[in-house]
RNA sequence: GGUCCUGUGGCCGAGUGGCUAGGCAGAGCUCUGCAAAAGCUUCCACAGCGGUUCGAAUCCGCUCGGGACCUCCA
């Protein structure tokens, strides 16, 4: 069975062959760590971790390389106003790596919460200003760049001009033709510079006041937005990698621009395979500053939004996005992410308690229908991934696996009915699936002996109590242990479980 | 205005032309001291109008609605 993603350069899905099995390299645009994360930045960095450990589930040796934007024009907000009062304290100045550091953490910290897997490696912009200015300086000499007041500017019309002889077009992986958006431009600073309006910076003269600045053959200044993208996939995946990843709002110009750039320097497409993810929308748009409904993981986590109605949790956050497949649309609000909350507790009980257990299934399994049923919707997760990763597809599966365990456990359906091979070949996908593959966690992750030690020390005395016929201390167990977040479960054996908030 | 995507039940979402994904919510039932949990059953769909087809949520056209991008904004 074979792979299968959608390709924006061929707008189709194709079968995935990396370039040197069983190597694959992935570049994925990383964060501008100018301020803290948001909502918008969970889809991606799941998305591509997904696809990270699902390659590596397949047996590949994935280098996975995605870049901190740590270069650029920064300022911090509400920070401008307070460096004039107090210039003279060089402790007060904004210090540009502080700030780049701060958000870094942050950054490290949500992706860490969401349990996202950290990438092989994670260049920041700052560390290849040289590999950078080697890159420009390649570009100016092959004569598809030039200076401009200290700038350097990409020849937008000259490089569409030779390379739509070879078939690879300016705008090839957003479908954009070069004629038809000179008109549309609109105006923006230093306009004057360019020799075309289409034409993008690859090198910035940094003014004054700018924070960020470096020396360079055209003076002081900083890299273009594009470049260190090219610099840093083309150092660790080589002039031509298997997959480059990143939201749809980077595919023009970001991406546009990359292919440009590292066509000329290394005479080749830089990535045979390019993935993109949807948006996530809030009440139908797309989050943004201009949009004024930016939800920054911290709020989502705490539940201090005014959107919000509650906290979610980071596995909650993970699993709704999951529910979804990545290149669609994903509109957020509380009611769908209350639903994948109740959901995802539902799924992992079930899980948990399969797992645990040792003596299900019988040589002589009684059903040989639900057998095959089983058997069919675990064969069913590979497939469904092999096609663009339809991790929604993968979970509805999971859901209907979720009954017949619960089933089980209830005794509505028999130990025995299920063989001991498919319960094991069920038990061992799960936990691939559910653990390595999409990253979920469990419930009770967060576990601690001592607090157990109580818990269960009051589910006895409730069994006591209940077995007098003592209800009122019984009810009043189960309910103040309900308020502080425990919630106690009779089943069906007379046992007592609990879940924690 | 240009390019592209999209419109599925109360909400979120899968959907390869024929066999009503799945989750949450609602209703009923079973279990239960009561509840919760769990299980079973069930209600509610394919924006509108045409067309192709034996048959369309799925293909085509039109209308209406929504979204993304349009070069420094990450």
Redesign the pocket.
């Known amino acids: 069975m074979l792979l299968k993603v959608y390709n924006s350069l061929t ?1 189709k899905k194709e079968v995935f062959v990396p370039l040197n099995p069983p190597y694959v390299g992935i570049y994925v645009c990383g ?2 760590v ?1 301020g803290e994360s948001h909502l918008g930045h969970t889809r991606p960095y799941i998305t591509f971790d997904v696809l990270f450990r699902y390659l590596t589930y397949l047996g590949y040796k994935v280098r996975y390389v995605r870049n901190i ?1 740590d270069a ?2 920064f300022e911090e907000e509400g920070r401008e106003a307070e460096d004039k009062i107090s210039t003279k304290a060089t402790l007060e100045k904004l210090e540009p790596m502080e700030l780049v550091q701060k958000y870094t953490n942050l950054f490290h910290w949500a992706m860490s919460q969401l349990n996202n897997l950290a990438p092989s490696i994670e260049p920041t912009a700052t560390g290849h200003i040289v590999e950078q200015i080697e890159m420009i300086k390649k570009i100016i000499a092959d004569g598809y760049a030039y200076e401009s007041n200290g700038s350097v ?1 990409f020849d ?1 019309e000259k490089y569409n001009t030779d390379y739509s002889a070879k078939n690879q077009p300016y705008g090839i992986l ?3 033709v ?1 004629e ?3 008109e ?3 105006a ?1 600073d230093n306009q004057a510079e360019k020799h075309n ?2 034409d ?2 690859l090198w ?1 003269n940094a003014p004054p006041e700018h924070i960020m600045r470096w020396q360079s053959p055209w003076g002081e200044g900083f890299p ?2 594009h470049i260190e993208c090219s610099a840093m996939s083309s150092k660790y995946l080589g002039d031509e990698f298997d997959i480059h990843g990143g939201g ?7 991406h546009e ?1 990359e292919i440009a750039q590292s066509t000329v320097c290394n005479h080749k497409m830089p990535a045979r395979f390019w993935m993109h993810n949807n ?1 996530i ?1 809030i009440n ?3 989050m ?1 500053k201009s949009y004024n409904n930016v939800i920054k993981l911290t709020e989502l986590f705490s539940g201090n939004h005014p959107l919000l109605t509650q906290a979610y949790a980071p596995s909650t956050v993970r699993f ?1 996005i999951l ?3 990545y290149r ?4 957020f ?1 509380n ?2 992410l ?3 909350e ?2 995802l507790r ?1 799924m992992m ?2 899980f948990e308690w399969l797992m645990a257990q040792n003596n299900i299934g019988s040589s002589e399994p009684t059903d040989d229908s639900l057998n095959e049923k089983v058997v069919k919707l675990v064969a069913e997760f590979d497939e469904f991934m092999n096609d663009d990763i ?1 991790t ?2 993968v ?2 599966n999971i ?2 696996l ?2 017949i365990i ?2 089980i ?2 005794k ?1 359906i028999a130990v025995h009915a299920l063989s001991t091979d498919t319960v094991a070949l069920l038990k061992k996908q799960l936990q691939h699936y559910i653990i390595d593959i999409l990253g979920l966690q469990g419930s009770k992750s967060n576990h601690n002996n001592k607090l157990e030690g109580v818990l269960q020390l009051l589910i006895n005395i409730r069994k006591e109590a ?1 077995g007098r016929k003592d ?1 009122v201390t ?2 009043k167990i ?1 309910n103040e242990l309900l308020a502080l977040g425990v ?4 089943e ?1 054996d007379g046992e007592i479980s609990y879940t924690i908030d």
């Open positions: 707008r964060p501008t100018s934007t650029g024009h500017y937008v957003s479908g954009r070069l038809d958006q000179v549309s431009t609109r923006l309006k289409s993008f910076a910035k273009g937005w749809m709002d980077l595919q023009f110009p970001h621009c948006m929308t139908g748009k797309k943004g709704f529910q979804s497949q669609s649309q994903l509109d609000g009611e769908g209350q639903a994948s109740k959901g539902r009980e079930a339809n929604a597809k979970i509805a859901f209907e979720v009954p619960n089933s456990k209830d509505h209940k209800f019984s009810d189960r919630q106690l479960k009779d069906k």
